[in-house]
């Protein structure tokens, strides 16, 4: 597949948007016990990231093209709903989102070690998947969406129907797996999808065979196109990101990063920023070297994270 036939200026992601409460060590975790950690509060959700990413890309761009993005997603109505929203409108996003009476917003907390890895999460974030499909916006005012970006947060039958809706609508189809578990909800719109992004974990879960956790990259990539997936990202870690786009399966390296703060985002960085380039029409192999994987590192950098919200 070739990058869309012209550059797309209105982008639309939905997903998951909730708190991130992010908690990190000053030493070596210790089970049982009380430990001293850093805290803060950060706009977090995979589908949320994803927007910020394409918003910066957008932003960094702003000369080249004008790319409106737009994010739809479940919220509640406890306090922290209107701080999500406003942080969503300063990182210039357009916000359609459905508020939830009597709901409070999701929240992941995240344990991280001294070296920036995530210890254990600890997620609440089942609000996402009672989005309401039929009321996702395809028009606003100011965005006529192009191009969607669906994370599998969302419950099964909102994929089906989105994918539904902007089938008919012409409207290009892209998907994140998000998890192991989650990501089988995307299987029943595989040969819709003109984009999918995924991890090596969630390709052997989407493969629905029985492969072992260090199967190769290939045989893993094969099982997707088997599963009806034309053209995906496959990330394994640090080694070669995977790109298979129509007949030709390109590998990128992955940089080496020697002050890593912390991966949490990483991945929807990578995916929402490439989703972004290849909209605006630089190709998919291109698009995941020059802007997805430099987006994604300075995440783990700590250069580019997501806003923080106040406690």
Not at 212 to 239: C, E, M, N, W, Y
């Amino acid at each position: 597949m070739t990058p869309p036939p012209f550059p797309l200026e209105h982008l639309l992601v939905v997903g998951a948007l909730h708190v991130d409460d992010i908690a990190t060590s000053q030493q070596v975790l210790v089970p049982r016990a009380s430990n001293p950690v850093c805290r803060q509060q950060r706009v977090g959700g995979v589908g949320a990231n994803a927007a910020l990413a394409a918003a910066r890309f957008a932003r960094d761009n702003a000369q080249k093209l004008r790319q409106h993005i737009a994010f739809a997603g479940a919220i509640g109505t406890d306090p922290v709903a209107a701080q999500l929203e406003a942080t969503l409108v300063e990182a210039d996003i357009i916000p359609c989102l459905q508020r939830l009476s009597g709901c409070l917003s999701g929240r992941y907390i995240a344990v991280m070690d001294a070296t920036g890895e995530l210890y254990i999460g600890l997620s609440d974030v089942a609000l996402a998947e009672s989005l309401d499909a039929t009321l996702v916006p395809w028009q606003t005012d100011t965005n006529d969406c192009q191009a969607v970006l669906m994370d599998a947060n969302l419950a099964e039958q909102a994929l089906a129907a989105l994918s539904l809706q902007a089938g008919d609508a012409g409207i290009i189809q892209v998907a994140m797996s998000v998890s192991p578990a989650k990501s089988r909800r995307l299987l029943g719109i595989a040969s819709s999808l003109d984009l999918l992004f995924c991890n090596r974990r969630e390709a052997i879960a989407l493969a629905e065979a029985t492969f072992p956790i260090d199967a190769g990259i290939d045989q893993l990539a094969d099982a997707l196109l088997k599963r009806g997936f034309r053209q995906f990202v496959l990330t394994d870690a640090t080694s070669p990101v995977v790109i298979h786009s129509g007949e030709q399966r390109q590998y990128v390296q992955v940089p080496a990063i020697d002050s890593a703060r912390s991966v949490n985002g990483a991945g929807d960085a990578l995916a929402g920023a490439t989703f972004a380039a290849w909209c605006a029409g630089t190709e998919l192999a291109d698009a995941v070297r020059t802007v997805g994987l430099p987006y994604a590192e300075r995440v783990v950098k700590g250069l580019h994270e997501a806003p923080i919200l106040a406690m």
